[in-house]
């Protein structure tokens, strides 16, 4: 099967990282076919940067639909886009964000989400709330590390990632930890050795899910919420992928 992995920023070497920590964990016969929006911010932190992301976002998921892929993965943990995404395309989307808590929820009683910066809280906060599953999350902590930091070797920002998983074990008896962020997906296993407790990456459980959802043959439901999107006039550089209808 072919996955599509889109990352929504515009940053190259994170999607490389990304699609490293995929292909990783795919199982064999799984192809992973990245890509980088072309059009959007460097790293999305925060509602503007959603907002900025998702016309590049929307193109990359149009253009891989028609060359033939199996399933998407949005590979940024805000979900940009999902529902949007889940509209255009008809293969299975599967945000990592989305998929990161329902592992969590799968092997932990309590868990807690350890991400960037604190403007990226009311967003995680808010899809947990969208996705049922608030009540499990003890806590959504920030390590007040810069997305791009991550892409930095001379940066400190696993150390301060490192500590701020230690917090949630210690003060909100989080039974596991789920990494609030893409760029991220390295530190997984060596947090999770450090701190005796899981550490879940959303890129590694999205994988899992989209090849699950593939592989029992299911497609995105165009009844209801996630319809095509009818055919009207667009302006702009949105013209180039209007969608055709419904």
């Known amino acids: 099967m ?5 990352n929504p920023n515009t940053t190259r070497s994170m999607t490389e990282k990304i699609a490293a920590a995929a292909r990783a964990v795919a199982a064999p016969g799984t192809e992973i076919v990245e890509a980088t929006s072309t059009m959007g911010p460097a790293s999305i932190e925060g509602h503007y940067d959603d907002a900025l992301a998702l ?3 929307l193109a990359a998921v149009a253009q891989a639909e028609a060359s033939g892929v199996d399933a998407h993965i949005i590979a940024c943990f805000d979900d940009t886009g999902l529902d949007a995404t889940r ?22 009683h309590r868990f807690s989400v350890v991400t960037t910066l604190s403007r990226s809280i009311p967003v995680i906060e808010a899809n947990l709330l969208r996705s049922g599953l608030e009540r499990r999350c003890a806590r ?3 390590s007040e590390v810069a997305v791009l930091e991550l892409e930095d070797p001379a940066s400190d920002a696993r150390a301060r990632i490192s500590e701020e998983v230690g917090r949630a074990v210690r003060e909100d008896r989080a039974e596991a930890i789920v ?14 050795e450090a701190h005796g407790v899981p550490v879940i990456d959303g890129v590694a459980s999205a994988v899992a899910l989209a090849e699950g959802l593939v592989r029992v043959g299911l497609v995105t439901s165009k009844s209801g919420a996630y319809a095509a999107p009818r055919a009207k006039a ?13």
């Open 234 to 246: 667009y302006s702009g550089r949105l013209a180039d992928f209007a969608p055709s209808g419904d």
């Open 140 to 142: 959504v902590r920030a």
């Open 179 to 192: 990494l609030g962020c893409a760029g991220m997906a390295d530190l997984a296993r060596a947090l999770g």
């Open 87 to 108: 509209s255009l395309a008809r293969a299975p989307v599967v945000g990592i964000g989305e998929a990161g808590f329902h592992f969590a929820s799968l092997i932990a």
């Open 55 to 57: 016309p590049g976002l």
């Open 2 to 6: 072919r996955i599509h992995l889109v």
